[in-house]
């Protein structure tokens, strides 16, 4: 899961990298409503501390469609599960382990740390 994981943070930082560039820096000027990204805040599971949240204003804002947001690690995949309690919990456990690699990629960009 979590190579799968990976794989699609690295979609999303291509696609942030084309669309909004130096979207990982501190200094970088507001865009709309948003600003620079606070990882100690970053929160993949809500629409305004997530990475879009942050630097647009509004997970909303971004110029995707849901499947794209999903595909480039934005959003978490709706797993198929029959048990209710099964599929909060693996939305919960993919939306910290996204929290978690989005603040990786920052913290490495924000260092000057080249991607492995």
Request: glycine share 8%; net charge negative; charged share 25%.
């Amino acid at each position: 899961m979590l190579s799968d994981l990976r794989a699609r943070v690295d979609l999303g930082v291509a696609w942030l990298d084309q669309h909004h560039p130096g979207w990982w820096r501190t200094d970088r000027p507001r865009d709309g409503d948003g600003g620079p990204i606070d990882v100690d805040n970053l929160s993949m599971s809500n629409t305004c501390y997530c990475v879009l949240g942050q630097l647009l204003g509004s997970f909303y804002r971004a110029t995707i469609t849901l499947d794209e947001a999903v595909a480039y690690g934005f959003d978490a995949a709706t797993p198929a599960m029959p048990e209710e309690g099964e599929w909060m919990a693996a939305m919960r456990d993919e939306f910290e382990a996204l929290t978690e690699l989005w603040s990786q990629v920052i913290e490495r960009r924000r260092a000057g740390v080249s991607e492995p």
